[in-house]
């Protein structure tokens, strides 16, 4: 009764409120963008061949960096401290009139200022950047990438401005607008450099000036946007001029919002450059010629855009479970006399100072925005007063209070079980992935990148999918348990281990050692990652059966059954249509055919074979919220075992 409460508070109470905040709405812009991100990768390819796309592979992690910094930290840190000075203006005081202008003033001046220093230095520095890189060539793509930064930091702090004002659909607009403006541009100039003759240097450069083209684009939709919100803001604030103490303190808010969030997003491209700056160098080492080099490190490339989707995918998933999952512990410490706060999430809160605790005040939300009226809510009050009646046992220091099992047990239960399916879900169905990925390596190269050079290499980045879908998952759940450092310092322990490994493999192994050390770093991390998982939820003091290493031996004989009958339809599947029932068609239709016939066999045998055969219980289904009819659905279609 208590779980089903519970699940009843979120339904009813979470999803208007997601919606009126725009929380939902960034959210699916952010999913877009990457989406589309993974996806224009493949056409690069088909259109300018494989050492364009070993350039651009090159220098992407760059305009990640910049992309993160455009996306991540910054317009977040902008908009707490707008939304900060609208509650002192909605307050009455004196600050709020004229404090969102300044500290509007103060992003744009601080962005700007460190967007063109970066530029120049980019720009200056691009022929040194491209020797280490291992291609010479590259030092124009550089240059056209360094244009972005005198755009995208500006863009950054409009976009935040726009979120703390609540105008929502203006920031995911702009957001959504640079992506397709980019994409867009690189077709036109794939289409007009490769009908001129342009070399291969000049097609990369040309690609890259996307980025700046739609980071202008982005910027100009923010400005239409705002424009007239300042506009009147600014007549109803006065128009005094701001002190230098004053803008550097604004200054000083910013940067201290903005850098965790921002250092612990840039560790993801981080580990991407690190191939950029010794696959490259790696090859050529070995004696090949530059562009051989830079040819053999796009054909390294092929099967990442593909673990991106299957790795984004999870971490989409594991997003809409964490604000369950962060209510679901911060009513376990609050039953149990805790502060609902984890070590991290503390000195975040501390260091984020008075605008960051007056922004979750004004929105209803804490802990970086995913617990919702939570220690307002009725329920829990009568929940809090009952145990309060049933009374506990206090141990010793009074620091925790064991609740009645129909309160401390059933919060602690339903936490467990959702970190239970969550894990559990990231094994799965990233062990699928893998064996999609590693099964159908040939026809999903061909059909996609028109022949099979480096089929080797993509089946080995496919096992990085189950590795990617574990960390994915985990980093938020981990975030949701109050340990936001550990996902960071992970990922920066796979980097540093990725390029030991390259160092140590590829000379001898060339691309597919780059590829198995990828394999090695990751399921490193991964592994790393679920134990510390399990720690987490281990100091929790989870009901016995619920914690996420818990659920016996029956769940993982039945996913790893599941697993071996996809692996079996694959093999069936490849067989029946390889052994000459696709002669007729074209190598490239014969490719497409077999491996989307193989995509659609084996997730049909996963999915029948990991419901029917209990991999996920009736009991972990209801621990979503809405989660009792889904399971009762389930059960009534034959689809889960009746217990």
């Known amino acids: 009764m208590e779980n089903r409460n519970m699940r009843e508070r979120e339904g009813s109470g ?65 908009s707490i401290v707008i939304a900060s000075r609208l509650a002192d203006e909605g307050s009455g005081s004196a600050v709020g009139a004229s404090g969102t202008r300044s500290a509007l003033m103060a992003a744009l001046l601080l962005l700007g200022a460190t967007g063109t220093v970066t530029a120049v230095l980019m720009w200056t520095t691009a022929g040194q950047t491209a020797a280490w890189l291992g291609d010479e060539a590259v030092a124009p793509a550089i240059r056209a990438l360094a244009l972005s930064l005198l755009v995208a930091p500006l863009a950054a702090a409009l976009r935040g401005y726009m979120q703390g004002m609540q105008r929502m659909g203006i920031s995911a607009a702009s957001q959504l607008a640079e992506q397709l403006v980019r994409v867009a541009v690189m077709l036109l100039v794939l289409g007009a450099g490769l009908a001129a003759g342009w070399r291969d240097s000049t ?51 910013l940067v201290a919002l903005a850098l965790p969030a921002a250092l612990a997003a840039l560790v993801v491209p981080a580990v991407a450059a690190v191939d950029s700056f010794t696959v490259p160098a790696l090859l050529r080492a070995e004696g090949r010629a530059p562009a051989e080099a830079m040819s053999l490190f796009g054909i390294y490339g092929r099967g990442q855009p593909l673990v991106q989707l299957i790795v984004m995918a999870a971490g989409a998933g594991a997003a809409a479970m964490v604000p369950g999952l962060v209510r679901a512990r911060a009513e376990v410490r609050r039953r149990r006399g805790g502060s609902g706060l984890g070590r991290d999430e503390a000195k975040h809160k501390f260091e984020s100072g008075r605008a960051s605790r007056k922004a979750r005040r004004t929105s209803g939300e804490a802990d ?38 129909n309160g401390d047990d059933g919060a602690a239960e339903m936490l467990g079980l959702r970190l239970t399916l969550l894990l559990r879900l990231a094994w799965l169905l990233g062990g699928a992935a893998t064996i999609g990925l590693v099964l159908l390596a040939e ?66 192994l060339g691309i597919e050692g780059a590829a198995l050390s990828g394999v090695v770093a990751l399921s490193a991390a991964a592994m790393l990652g679920a134990a510390a998982l399990h720690h987490a939820a281990a100091r929790l003091r989870l009901p016995h059966g619920t914690a996420p290493a818990a659920g016996g031996w029956r769940p993982a004989a039945a996913g790893v059954f599941a697993l071996a009958v996809m692996a079996a339809a694959l093999w069936l599947c490849e067989r029946a249509l390889g052994g000459g029932a696709l002669e007729g068609l074209p190598p490239r239709a014969a490719a497409a055919v077999l491996a989307l016939t193989g995509v659609a066999v084996g997730a049909a045998a996963f999915g029948a074979a990991m419901l029917r055969g209990g991999a996920i219980g009736a009991r972990e289904w209801r621990a979503l919220p809405g989660g009792e009819e889904l399971a009762d659905r389930l059960r009534r279609r034959g689809l889960i075992p009746p217990k």
């Open 14 to 78: 979470n999803s208007p409120r997601l919606w009126r905040h725009g929380v939902a709405l960034m959210a699916g812009a952010a999913l877009l963008s990457k989406l589309i991100g993974a996806l224009q990768k493949i056409p690069l390819q088909n259109m300018a061949g494989d050492r364009v796309f070993g350039m651009y592979n090159a220098v992407y992690p760059f305009y990640q960096m910049i992309a993160v910094l455009a996306t991540a930290g910054l317009p977040t840190a902008v």
């Open 368 to 405: 970086g925005g995913f617990i919702i009226d939570g220690a307002k809510s009725a329920g829990l009050r009568r929940t809090q007063d009952q145990n309060a009646k049933t009374g506990g046992n206090k141990r010793s220091g009074g620091a925790v209070i064991e609740a009645d099992n």
């Open 203 to 253: 097609i990369a450069a040309g690609v890259m000036f996307g980025g700046a083209v739609g980071a202008a684009v982005s910027l100009l939709l923010l400005v239409l946007g705002s424009r007239t919100m300042t506009g009147k803001r600014e007549a109803g604030a006065g128009s005094g001029v701001m002190s230098k103490r004053k803008l550097f303190g604004e200054m000083k808010e």
């Open 443 to 508: 026809p999903i190269n061909v059909m996609l990148y028109k022949d099979a050079s480096g089929t080797t290499a993509l089946a080995l980045i496919g096992f990085t999918a189950l590795a990617g879908c574990v960390s994915a998952v985990v980093a938020p759940a981990l975030q949701a348990l109050g340990a936001a450092r550990i996902p960071a310092l992970l990922l920066l322990l796979a980097a540093l281990l990725k390029g030991a490994l390259n160092a140590a493999l590829v000379p001898s």
